[in-house]
Protein backbone atom coordinates (compact mmCIF):
# COMPACT_ATOMS: atom_id res chain seq x y z
CA UNK A 1 0.00 0.00 0.00
CA UNK A 2 2.98 2.42 0.44
CA UNK A 3 4.02 2.34 -3.44
CA UNK A 4 3.65 6.61 -4.57
CA UNK A 5 2.01 5.68 -8.27
CA UNK A 6 -1.02 4.48 -5.93
CA UNK A 7 -1.23 8.10 -4.95
CA UNK A 8 -2.16 9.14 -8.57
CA UNK A 9 -5.22 6.86 -8.73
CA UNK A 10 -6.65 8.70 -5.64
CA UNK A 11 -6.24 12.07 -7.40
CA UNK A 12 -3.39 13.30 -4.88
CA UNK A 13 -0.02 13.47 -7.29
CA UNK A 14 2.79 12.61 -4.97
CA UNK A 15 0.57 12.37 -1.89
CA UNK A 16 0.96 8.67 -0.31
CA UNK A 17 -2.28 6.48 0.61
CA UNK A 18 -0.12 4.63 3.88
CA UNK A 19 3.30 4.04 4.51
CA UNK A 20 6.01 3.99 7.29
CA UNK A 21 7.28 7.34 8.31
CA UNK A 22 11.07 5.65 8.29
CA UNK A 23 11.05 3.81 4.91
CA UNK A 24 12.31 6.00 1.84
CA UNK A 25 14.15 7.86 3.43
CA UNK A 26 16.10 10.09 0.42
CA UNK A 27 19.63 10.20 0.79
CA UNK A 28 21.54 12.65 2.19
CA UNK A 29 20.96 15.86 0.70
CA UNK A 30 22.78 19.77 -0.10
CA UNK A 31 19.15 20.59 1.68
CA UNK A 32 15.84 19.27 3.72
CA UNK A 33 13.84 17.19 1.84
CA UNK A 34 9.98 17.91 2.19
CA UNK A 35 7.72 15.25 1.43
CA UNK A 36 3.97 15.51 1.05
CA UNK A 37 1.93 12.83 2.87
CA UNK A 38 -1.22 14.48 2.84
CA UNK A 39 -2.99 17.01 2.30
CA UNK A 40 -6.15 18.67 1.78
CA UNK A 41 -7.62 22.19 1.58
CA UNK A 42 -7.37 23.13 4.89
CA UNK A 43 -4.19 20.93 6.15
CA UNK A 44 -0.92 19.46 5.03
CA UNK A 45 0.82 16.89 6.42
CA UNK A 46 4.72 17.17 5.63
CA UNK A 47 7.56 14.44 6.33
CA UNK A 48 10.28 16.59 6.88
CA UNK A 49 14.65 14.58 6.88
CA UNK A 50 16.96 17.43 7.83
CA UNK A 51 20.74 15.81 7.46
CA UNK A 52 21.85 18.76 9.96
CA UNK A 53 20.79 21.34 7.79
CA UNK A 54 19.80 24.73 9.70
CA UNK A 55 18.05 27.94 8.23
CA UNK A 56 20.69 29.78 6.81
CA UNK A 57 22.02 32.81 8.96
CA UNK A 58 19.14 35.63 8.60
CA UNK A 59 16.32 33.29 7.32
CA UNK A 60 12.82 33.19 8.90
CA UNK A 61 9.92 30.88 8.33
CA UNK A 62 6.74 33.07 8.53
CA UNK A 63 3.91 30.96 7.22
CA UNK A 64 -0.14 32.04 7.14
CA UNK A 65 -0.53 28.66 8.62
CA UNK A 66 -0.60 27.14 11.88
CA UNK A 67 2.55 24.75 12.84
CA UNK A 68 2.21 21.40 14.88
CA UNK A 69 5.81 19.91 14.45
CA UNK A 70 7.12 16.59 16.29
CA UNK A 71 10.71 15.61 16.25
CA UNK A 72 11.03 12.07 15.25
CA UNK A 73 13.82 11.07 15.19
CA UNK A 74 17.42 13.27 16.22
CA UNK A 75 17.68 16.68 18.04
CA UNK A 76 17.33 20.40 17.09
CA UNK A 77 16.54 23.83 18.64
CA UNK A 78 13.95 26.19 16.94
CA UNK A 79 14.53 29.76 17.57
CA UNK A 80 11.82 32.34 17.41
CA UNK A 81 12.16 36.23 16.69
CA UNK A 82 11.36 36.89 20.20
CA UNK A 83 14.02 35.38 21.39
CA UNK A 84 12.70 32.34 23.02
CA UNK A 85 14.23 29.21 21.86
CA UNK A 86 13.00 25.32 22.29
CA UNK A 87 15.21 22.46 22.80
CA UNK A 88 13.87 19.29 21.13
CA UNK A 89 14.49 15.46 21.64
CA UNK A 90 12.84 12.51 19.73
CA UNK A 91 9.29 12.69 20.94
CA UNK A 92 8.96 16.07 21.36
CA UNK A 93 6.38 18.48 19.63
CA UNK A 94 5.60 22.61 19.49
CA UNK A 95 3.04 24.37 17.82
CA UNK A 96 3.47 27.64 16.04
CA UNK A 97 0.96 30.55 15.26
CA UNK A 98 0.77 31.46 11.76
CA UNK A 99 3.27 34.41 11.38
CA UNK A 100 5.02 33.65 14.15
CA UNK A 101 8.75 34.06 12.54
CA UNK A 102 10.96 31.25 13.84
CA UNK A 103 14.12 29.18 12.54
CA UNK A 104 15.75 25.98 12.70
CA UNK A 105 19.02 27.37 14.66
CA UNK A 106 20.31 23.48 14.91
CA UNK A 107 19.79 20.02 14.27
CA UNK A 108 21.21 16.62 14.28
CA UNK A 109 22.38 14.57 10.83
CA UNK A 110 19.66 11.95 11.22
CA UNK A 111 16.86 14.33 12.20
CA UNK A 112 13.24 13.58 10.64
CA UNK A 113 10.17 15.71 11.76
CA UNK A 114 6.50 15.11 10.94
CA UNK A 115 4.76 18.34 10.44
CA UNK A 116 0.85 19.63 9.99
CA UNK A 117 -0.17 23.02 8.70
CA UNK A 118 -3.39 24.33 8.88
CA UNK A 119 -5.26 27.26 8.21
CA UNK A 120 -5.24 29.51 10.66
CA UNK A 121 -8.30 30.59 12.86
CA UNK A 122 -9.70 30.34 15.92
CA UNK A 123 -9.60 26.62 17.55
CA UNK A 124 -10.23 24.44 20.38
CA UNK A 125 -8.20 22.16 21.45
CA UNK A 126 -8.73 18.48 22.60
CA UNK A 127 -5.51 16.94 24.11
CA UNK A 128 -2.67 17.49 21.07
CA UNK A 129 -5.38 18.06 18.24
CA UNK A 130 -6.40 21.15 17.26
CA UNK A 131 -9.85 21.53 15.55
CA UNK A 132 -11.68 24.39 13.80
CA UNK A 133 -13.98 25.99 16.30
CA UNK A 134 -17.31 25.26 15.28
CA UNK A 135 -19.18 25.47 19.12
CA UNK A 136 -21.35 28.07 19.90
CA UNK A 137 -19.26 30.89 21.77
CA UNK A 138 -18.14 30.42 25.16
CA UNK A 139 -16.19 32.28 27.38
CA UNK A 140 -12.47 32.08 27.72
CA UNK A 141 -11.42 29.28 29.67
CA UNK A 142 -14.75 27.55 30.09
CA UNK A 143 -14.92 23.84 30.25
CA UNK A 144 -17.87 22.56 27.92
CA UNK A 145 -18.62 18.96 28.08
CA UNK A 146 -20.03 17.26 24.50
CA UNK A 147 -20.44 13.33 24.98
CA UNK A 148 -17.37 11.90 25.97
CA UNK A 149 -15.12 15.11 25.64
CA UNK A 150 -14.80 17.83 27.59
CA UNK A 151 -12.99 20.95 25.63
CA UNK A 152 -11.65 24.16 27.28
CA UNK A 153 -11.93 27.15 24.71
CA UNK A 154 -8.90 28.83 24.35
Not at 2 to 18: E, I, L, T
Not at 114 to 123: M, N, T, V, Y
Request: proline share 10%; glycine share 10%; aromatic share 8%.
Amino acid sequence: MSDPDRAQDRGHAGVHPSGSLFAGLPPPAADEVFQTLFASPGCRIERIVSFGHASPPGFWYEQDEDEWVVLLRGEAVLAFADGESTALAAGDWVTIPARRRHRVETVSTDAIWLAAHCRAGPSIGIGAVSLPDRSPPTPPGMRVRTGRFELLRL
